[in-house]
């Protein structure tokens, strides 16, 4: 039903539809004049170009951003032949989002929107079969006409875009493009440029998002849940607002406590985590499941030796902070921390420390320039700020911010339009809180009343041992295929997925190499 490799197009045959007009049909069609008729009714939108591919092969352009997150690659190969159309649309605020919208001749009557990753909307364009992001490549080659936008943003700053380079203030317009307008407009524009090729809209529409990507994709589901018949929303920053204090408070908590845990004492903690945790929910498999979950008292192991010396009493309170999650000074939660057995630091996790003068130095990474959005001072350093600050500016987002916070649990719109949602996190996630989203769907269920009922709207998957955005973590996770056809059957066929089966995959053979069933929650990871 939906390939699994990103550079082959396998198992679609019965998906494809008969084409209703044919390749001349469309080709005559695919015309800047033609198509500019079919977003006529479309306040603001413009078509700027339309080209037919017939190559196979597609150059990416490299990212605005800057540094480049994700590797791009010269070219994409094994594209069927498709219509690319660019369409500028004007947005509140003075800005232009570009629109990319490819179709494809051989048509599956689908619309696939793609998302963007961390602050962007995209589009995105690395290959990597391993990585849960879907692209416009993946979606062309598994016969769907395809989307993403670019929501007016072509600053080089990867996270600082809304910010005004002298005065640091806000660009207020941008960000509700970026959180959930310029998603709309994308939908619109592209079934009126699919409608104008083909003669007929899709019979469904679907998002794909994650990470960032997730977060826009249940954006869309809140402020416009008749976009899409089903979106599925993988590793999602929802909880924006708590999720970037969250992510900075490991790094508060060891400079604040003049204690930096270097990665040899880290991974003993992690380790005692998962020796004291694993096993029982089952057989040992050297990860920490959903039901293993348990409180872990770092200070079971001071004094063990570790090769950057013994676990000291102030290593384990340390430890134990971060592991809890930031708190106001009165003890109330602020937010989620990390599990015990989450590799949290380094290039996988929210934070890393680099060594300066023979001593380490935490690094935030990506969550000071969130503060720098709640401050509007593009100068902010984070490392000048006390506990009580950190509170502060927190709680100031939080206000400031909480159009953007993506946390709302009524899913009212989307019952009403029978659309479907699948929520997929890895539990070893180290950049998103798998209790923050899990925190959430706890609230759905409120919303709606039971388990059941919720489930009829939204389901919730939690993969143990899975890390953010890869399905080549330590346990598997739902891969770009599982995920889609459960969605997708679940839309067309009225069979919403009790089990989707996980996959782990070995990057340097890429062979998979563990799979196993992961079952709705609340029946658990296993």
Same mark, same amino acid.
């Given at each position: 039903?939906?390939?699994?490799?990103?550079?082959?197009?396998?198992?679609?045959?019965?998906?494809?539809?008969?084409?209703?007009?044919?390749?001349v049909?469309?080709?005559?069609?695919?015309? *800047?004049?033609?198509?500019?008729?079919? *977003?006529?009714?479309?306040?603001g939108a413009?078509?700027?170009?339309?080209?037919i591919?017939?190559?196979g092969?597609?150059?990416?352009?490299?990212?605005?951003?800057?540094?480049?997150?994700?590797p @791009?690659?010269?070219?994409?190969?094994e594209?069927?032949?498709?219509c690319?159309?660019?369409?500028?649309? /004007?947005?509140?605020g003075?800005h232009?989002?570009?629109?990319?919208?490819?179709?494809?001749?051989?048509?599956? !009557?689908?619309?696939?929107?793609?998302?963007?990753?961390g602050?962007?909307?995209?589009?995105?364009?690395?290959?990597?079969?391993?990585?849960r992001t879907?692209t416009?490549?993946?979606?062309? !080659?598994?016969?769907?006409?395809?989307?993403?936008t670019?929501?007016?943003?072509? $600053?080089t700053r990867?996270?600082e875009?809304?910010?005004? !380079?002298?005065?640091g203030r806000?660009?207020?317009?941008?960000?509700?493009?970026?959180s959930?307008?310029?998603?709309?407009?994308?939908?619109v @524009?592209?079934?009126?440029?699919?409608?104008?090729?083909?003669?007929?809209p899709?019979?469904?529409?679907?998002?794909?998002?994650c990470?960032?990507?997730?977060r826009?994709?249940?954006a869309?589901?809140l402020?416009?849940?008749?976009?899409?018949?089903?979106?599925?929303?993988?590793?999602?920053?929802?909880?924006?607002?708590?999720?970037?204090?969250?992510?900075?408070?490991?790094?508060?908590?060891?400079?604040?406590?003049?204690?930096?845990?270097?990665p040899?004492?880290?991974?003993?903690?992690?380790?005692?985590?998962?020796?004291?945790?694993?096993?029982?929910?089952?057989?040992?498999?050297?990860?920490?499941?959903l039901?293993?979950?348990?409180?872990f $008292?770092?200070?079971?192991?001071?004094?063990?030796? %570790?090769?950057?010396?013994?676990?000291?009493?102030v290593?384990?309170?340390?430890?134990?902070?971060?592991?809890?999650?930031?708190r106001?000074a009165?003890?109330e939660?602020?937010?989620?921390?990390?599990?015990?057995? %989450?590799?949290?630091?380094?290039?996988?996790?929210?934070w890393?420390?680099?060594?300066?003068?023979g001593?380490l130095?935490?690094?935030?990474?990506?969550?000071?320039?969130?503060?720098?959005? &709640?401050?509007e001072d593009?100068?902010?350093?984070?490392?000048?700020?006390s506990?009580?600050q950190?509170?502060?500016? %927190?709680?100031?987002?939080? /206000?400031?911010f909480?159009?953007?916070?993506?946390?709302?649990?009524?899913?009212?719109?989307?019952?009403?339009c029978?659309?479907?949602?699948?929520?997929?996190?890895?539990?070893?996630?180290?950049?998103?809180?798998?209790?923050?989203?899990?925190?959430?769907?706890?609230?759905?269920?409120?919303?709606?009343?039971?388990?059941g009922?919720?489930?009829?709207?939204?389901?919730?998957? &939690?993969?143990?041992?899975?890390?953010?955005?890869?399905?080549?973590?330590?346990g598997p996770?739902?891969t770009?295929?599982?995920?889609?056809?459960?969605?997708?059957?679940? *839309?067309?066929?009225?069979?919403?997925?009790?089990?989707?089966?996980?996959e782990r995959?070995?990057?340097? %053979?890429g062979?998979?190499?563990?799979?196993?069933?992961?079952?709705?929650?609340?029946?658990?990871? !296993?």
């Amino acid at each position: 039903m939906f390939a699994q490799a990103s550079q082959t197009r396998l198992g679609l045959d019965r998906w494809i539809a008969t084409a209703s007009l044919t390749a001349v049909d469309i080709a005559e069609r695919c015309t *800047v004049g033609a198509l500019q008729k079919a *977003v006529a009714a479309i306040e603001g939108a413009e078509v700027v170009s339309v080209t037919i591919n017939r190559s196979g092969v597609f150059k990416p352009p490299q990212p605005h951003w800057s540094p480049n997150f994700a590797p @791009v690659p010269d070219r994409i190969p094994e594209l069927p032949v498709y219509c690319e159309v660019l369409v500028h649309q /004007r947005t509140p605020g003075g800005h232009v989002a570009e629109v990319l919208i490819w179709v494809p001749f051989a048509w599956n !009557r689908r619309f696939l929107a793609t998302g963007g990753m961390g602050s962007v909307t995209g589009p995105v364009w690395f290959e990597l079969p391993a990585v849960r992001t879907l692209t416009m490549p993946v979606a062309l !080659r598994n016969g769907f006409a395809t989307a993403a936008t670019d929501a007016g943003n072509r $600053d080089t700053r990867f996270f600082e875009w809304p910010l005004d !380079r002298s005065t640091g203030r806000l660009d207020w317009e941008l960000l509700r493009n970026w959180s959930y307008r310029s998603t709309h407009d994308m939908a619109v @524009v592209a079934k009126a440029v699919i409608e104008g090729l083909h003669g007929c809209p899709p019979d469904y529409s679907y998002y794909g998002g994650c990470s960032g990507g997730g977060r826009q994709g249940l954006a869309s589901v809140l402020h416009h849940p008749g976009d899409f018949d089903g979106v599925w929303a993988a590793d999602p920053a929802l909880n924006w607002t708590a999720l970037w204090p969250a992510a900075l408070w490991p790094a508060m908590v060891m400079k604040e406590m003049d204690n930096v845990l270097s990665p040899e004492k880290l991974e003993a903690f992690r380790a005692a985590a998962v020796e004291a945790c694993d096993g029982t929910d089952g057989p040992r498999d050297g990860i920490i499941g959903l039901a293993e979950l348990r409180d872990f $008292d770092p200070r079971t192991i001071i004094g063990r030796q %570790t090769a950057a010396g013994k676990i000291s009493a102030v290593d384990a309170e340390v430890m134990r902070k971060c592991w809890d999650g930031p708190r106001h000074a009165s003890g109330e939660r602020i937010w989620y921390g990390l599990p015990p057995g %989450t590799n949290s630091w380094g290039p996988e996790g929210i934070w890393s420390s680099v060594e300066v003068d023979g001593k380490l130095i935490p690094v935030a990474q990506a969550a000071e320039s969130y503060f720098r959005w &709640v401050s509007e001072d593009p100068n902010l350093d984070w490392q000048t700020l006390s506990f009580a600050q950190f509170e502060t500016l %927190t709680e100031l987002g939080m /206000r400031k911010f909480a159009e953007f916070a993506v946390n709302e649990a009524d899913l009212s719109g989307l019952r009403e339009c029978a659309g479907k949602l699948i929520i997929s996190q890895g539990l070893n996630d180290g950049v998103v809180m798998s209790a923050g989203v899990i925190d959430y769907y706890r609230r759905v269920i409120g919303w709606a009343g039971g388990v059941g009922m919720a489930q009829a709207v939204a389901r919730l998957f &939690v993969t143990d041992g899975d890390i953010h955005g890869s399905i080549a973590g330590p346990g598997p996770g739902l891969t770009k295929a599982a995920a889609m056809t459960a969605l997708m059957d679940w *839309v067309e066929n009225d069979k919403p997925p009790q089990a989707i089966v996980a996959e782990r995959i070995d990057i340097a %053979t890429g062979n998979v190499v563990e799979s196993r069933p992961v079952y709705c929650y609340p029946a658990g990871g !296993r």
